[in-house]
């Protein structure tokens, strides 16, 4: 996939590698490096996957590896949670009926 | 000359960053020593109650309705105690303009941040804060950089922290994403070096002193509404702000004799800077990681003092389980036709319990909610749980393990607001007060600040020091 110069993109870094990490991350997170991710037009045409500069919405050039073009929003409700339906349905019961108390 | 910008190198040059970023010069609150002049640094640094409630009201922000939940009143009745069953109010924060009582804390720190001729605006923070800031900053023409730990090592992202990315970008922000790791530290004091733009710090005197005025107004929506006080008000508790904001209004409204509670979710056992356990919690905020942490240390944050010092303001602190919070959740839908949260619901479930401790005549309020929406919402938040291979079912709140299983309450009476040991937590603030500051020796300023910090007494500061063998 090719973006044109102009176009509204996605870069990749690594902040900070392993070994460069704070003293006080616990393990598990120190196995892996610091990694970031910004948007902004890109400044020439380029393939995924290759080192290009960006300029963000506040006008800050970037560098780092293209990895998305029109970056896309797909978060959303999830899958359906059939278990929520049972607390309204008991709570409306417990409402209507009589008396619960200890 | 080149900068160090290693590690090492440019958290060497924090305090000059932050002293250019922020515009406050907090040695001249020090007294050398444990102590510090809190009330002066809010006064000299702060706004008039006044003076916030223009800057706000200049830009939509309080003024927020108070509802009350007559049905879960009800509903908190069929299950409490003959008698008890206090009246539940909320006060409806999410109707400010970006959705939350953030809103209040961004509208002043950007309006200062523009007074004081910075170009943009600058706040770490995966929450609703960055969405508040990003839409302050768009209504005063500044920009806004929103800094997020949003992912963890597989790219694999919180949808509530997609969700508050989308918001900041709708409102012309940009935003940084990071993977787990308190590095993001790193990467937000590298953007002010690079920029120079203000630090929207999520605890500097402007951002505390804004949440004052939601405890004032609602103090006086009460007095008009019902002629008088509540009598128990709940915070969700995190960094500490909300609380603190919120109390130091009611006090200046006269509502001294109100009840303040802390309330957060109860996620113990999770690391929150552990790049395995970070889709494991459900909440990313709102919780005892930041919650316990913030109120037995404050000045963890991203500024020299933080302005949020929950310890002065609170009665009492409880907390809810995850499951607890998404019943009630979805409970306040089903019941008051109100979708907000989930994360500010956390109070909510915490005054669900506490309602039933107290008498009909009196009245408990949630003094915050949230908007919710894709990726908030609790069937994305739920979704996302189980698919992360947490187990989730119905059963005993108490059954709850943070990381491996969320308890959806069989039944509404199994909610319960389970109490910390406040004098636990006392003492552990007053511990890492003569720890992290390397202090032997007390002096009687010392020993008041204590007093006030904990609200404790002189003679609780003066056992505990005692316990730890410091001189007085």
Redo the contacts between chains.
């Keep these: 996939m090719k973006a044109n110069r102009g176009e509204w993109v996605k870069i990749y870094n690594i902040v900070l590698t392993s070994e460069e990490r704070a003293p006080q991350v616990p393990d598990d997170t120190r196995k892996v490096p610091l990694e970031s991710w910004v948007k902004g037009f890109i400044q020439s045409d380029a393939e995924i996957g290759q080192f290009v500069e960006v300029v963000t919405i506040t006008g800050r050039r970037v560098e780092g590896e293209l990895v998305e073009i029109n970056p896309a929003y797909t978060h959303n409700y999830g899958k359906f949670v059939p278990e929520l339906l049972q607390i309204g349905i008991q709570a409306r019961s417990i409402l209507a009926g009589g008396d619960v108390h200890e | 000359m080149s900068k160090d910008m290693?590690?090492q190198g440019l958290m060497a040059r924090r305090n000059e960053i932050m002293k250019q970023a922020v515009g406050i010069d907090y040695s001249i609150f020090e007294s050398g020593s444990i102590a510090f002049d809190y009330e002066k640094m809010m006064r000299e640094t702060g706004y008039t109650l006044e003076e916030m409630q223009k800057i706000q009201g200049d830009t939509g922000v309080g003024n927020t309705p108070v509802l009350e939940l007559k049905?879960l009143t009800?509903?908190a009745r069929?299950?409490?105690?003959?008698g008890k069953g206090a009246r539940i109010f909320i006060k409806d924060e999410a109707s400010n303009p970006s959705g939350s009582f953030k809103a209040r804390r961004a509208a002043n720190a950007v309006y200062h941040a523009k007074k004081l001729g910075y170009k943009?605006v600058i706040a770490a923070t995966s929450g609703n804060y960055g969405a508040a800031v990003a839409s302050q900053a768009a209504m005063h023409g500044l920009?806004?950089?929103i800094v997020q730990e949003c992912?963890d090592?597989k790219g694999v992202?919180q949808?509530e922290i997609?969700?508050k990315a989308?918001k900041c970008?709708a409102y012309?922000?940009?935003?940084?994403?990071?993977?787990?790791?308190?590095?993001l530290f790193?990467?937000f004091l590298k953007l002010l070096e690079?920029?120079g733009y203000f630090n929207a710090s999520l605890y500097t005197p402007f951002g505390i002193a804004g949440v004052e005025t939601l405890g004032y107004e609602l103090a006086i929506q009460f007095r008009e509404k019902i002629g008088r006080d509540p009598d128990v008000v709940v915070c969700t508790n995190a960094g500490g702000g909300n609380l603190t904001g919120t109390a130091r209004g009611l006090i200046k409204a006269g509502a001294e004799s109100v009840n303040v509670v802390g309330a957060s979710v109860n996620l113990q056992g999770l690391?929150m800077?552990?790049?395995?356990?970070f889709n494991k919690k459900s909440f990313t905020t709102g919780h005892t990681g930041f919650g316990m942490p913030f109120s037995t240390w404050p000045d963890r944050s991203d500024v020299p003092r933080s302005a949020a010092r929950p310890l002065r303001y609170m009665d009492r602190y409880v907390t809810v389980s995850q499951g607890e919070v998404f019943?009630m959740t979805?409970?306040l839908?089903?019941?008051e036709g109100l979708e907000r949260g989930p994360a500010g619901n956390t109070s909510l479930a915490a005054a669900f319990s506490i309602a039933q401790e107290l008498n009909e005549d009196q009245i408990i309020v949630v003094q915050e909610t949230e908007y919710t929406g894709?990726?908030k919402?609790?069937?994305?938040?739920?979704?996302?749980a189980?698919?992360n291979g947490i187990e989730?079912?119905?059963g005993n709140p108490e059954e709850e393990v943070p990381g491996q299983n969320i308890i959806?309450p069989n039944?509404?009476?199994l909610i319960k607001a389970r109490d910390f040991d406040m004098d636990k937590i006392r003492k552990s603030y007053i511990k890492n007060c003569l720890e992290i500051r390397g202090i032997e020796k007390i002096s009687d300023a010392d020993m008041d600040f204590l007093v006030q910090e904990t609200k404790s007494s002189y003679d609780f500061v003066k056992e505990s020091l005692a316990e730890r063998n410091i001189q007085l």
């Design positions: 290693s590690y049905n009800a509903l069929k299950v409490a105690p003959k943009g920009k806004c950089i992912y090592s992202g949808p997609i969700e989308r970008e012309g922000a940009e935003v940084v994403q990071l993977t787990v790791g308190p590095e790193y990467t690079e920029t690391h800077a552990s790049d395995e356990q019943y979805e409970i839908a089903q019941l894709a990726g919402h609790i069937q994305a938040q739920l979704s996302f189980r698919e989730i079912r119905f959806l039944h509404p009476s």
